[in-house]
């Protein structure tokens, strides 16, 4: 996760509408619609977390999209202390609201880099675990995480698609400190990352 300066707060542009799901139903859609402001937040959540949720392929994808243009229809600026509709704007809340991991009580449940695959933090435990290059998906994730990822050190981003026949690029969603959310291609060799697989990840 990367740092940028904060921004002003202001009212962001309604978001594509979705069915909100359960904590025992797959996420059928993008991300929710209500109006709202990015906003201060303690980042450990008081409530306990739910099992996780499945969540497609596809609607992980179109969640992460809607990023693109939700801060007055333009990309979300990065915070690694602001919050978006209850998620946290910096790459592992992004990936987070992506895969639409909740809270017991349904609020979002904003993971770390290092929570992500090692648990903590208030979190229930590892969500993700390492895959190899070859098995790369739509909405499985690259990034630095685990041991020594916290704050600056670590990053996570959602894979999207090969960007060329050899697969030595691949194009990502991405919440990083220059500029807010991207969609854009990085080399395999980009800061020596990883492949990571959401364990409750769905075809489709």
Request: proline share 8%; aromatic share 8%; charged share 10%.
């Given at each position: 996760?990367?740092?940028?300066?904060?921004?002003?707060?202001?009212?962001?542009?309604?978001?594509?509408?979705?069915?909100?799901?359960?904590?025992?139903?797959?996420?059928?859609?993008?991300?929710?619609?209500?109006a709202g402001v990015a906003h201060r937040?303690?980042?450990?959540?008081?409530?306990?977390?739910?099992?996780?949720?499945?969540?497609?392929?596809?609607?992980?994808?179109?969640?992460?999209?809607?990023?693109?243009?939700?801060?007055?229809?333009?990309?979300?600026?990065?915070?690694?202390?602001?919050?978006?509709?209850?998620?946290?704007?910096?790459?592992?809340?992004?990936?987070?609201?992506?895969?639409?991991?909740?809270?017991?009580?349904?609020?979002?449940?904003?993971?770390?880099?290092?929570?992500?695959?090692?648990?903590?933090?208030?979190t229930p435990g590892p969500v993700v675990?390492?895959?190899?290059?070859?098995?790369?998906?739509?909405?499985?994730?690259?990034?630095?995480?685990?041991?020594?990822?916290?704050?600056?050190?670590?990053?996570?981003?959602?894979f999207e698609q090969w960007a060329n026949?050899?697969?030595?690029?691949?194009?990502?969603?991405?919440?990083?400190?220059?500029?807010?959310?991207?969609?854009?291609?990085?080399?395999?060799?980009?800061?020596?990352?990883?492949?990571?697989?959401?364990?409750?990840?769905?075809?489709?």
């Open positions: 996760m990367r740092h940028s300066n904060l921004v002003a707060l202001g009212a962001m542009a309604a978001l594509a509408t979705a069915v909100a799901p359960t904590t025992s139903a797959v996420a059928v859609g993008p991300l929710p619609s209500p937040q303690d980042a450990a959540a008081a409530t306990p977390a739910a099992a996780m949720i499945p969540t497609k392929r596809s609607v992980a994808i179109a969640r992460a999209r809607t990023w693109l243009t939700a801060w007055h229809g333009g990309p979300v600026p990065y915070s690694q202390t602001r919050f978006l509709n209850g998620w946290r704007t910096d790459c592992s809340g992004y990936v987070s609201m992506a895969w639409n991991l909740q809270n017991a009580n349904g609020t979002p449940l904003n993971h770390n880099t290092d929570s992500m695959l090692r648990g903590g933090y208030g675990h390492p895959i190899g290059w070859g098995d790369l998906r739509p909405a499985d994730a690259i990034g630095f995480l685990g041991a020594g990822s916290i704050g600056d050190a670590g990053h996570v981003m959602l026949p050899g697969h030595t690029a691949y194009s990502v969603y991405e919440q990083a400190g220059d500029g807010g959310t991207h969609h854009r291609v990085h080399p395999i060799t980009y800061n020596h990352y990883r492949p990571y697989r959401y364990n409750k990840i769905l075809e489709g």
